[in-house]
């Protein structure tokens, strides 16, 4: 697993399903959820380039989302992600 922010660390790949940790998974098999991790990743690496956020942030965010064994935490987690990055946003850099 990564523990640096650059690079998207989920792999959706079939084959690695039974190994992959729940909260992998269960992004991996709800296209919304996939679709919301792609957003937060891109909004992620976009923050992070313009020095608004740090990769430790990011690897926190992971950590919480890798945690969750449910879709309700993941929901949660990436709700916080969302709230973070509009306060992220309205500071000046």
Sequence with gaps: MATHAEGIDLDCDPALAATALPAHRLICDHALLSMGYR??????????????????EVVAFRKQRDACTSLECLDTVFSGWKQKAGAVRGRKP
């Design 39 to 56: 957003r937060i990743f891109a909004d992620q690496q976009r923050l992070l380039r313009e020095q608004r956020i740090t990769d430790a």
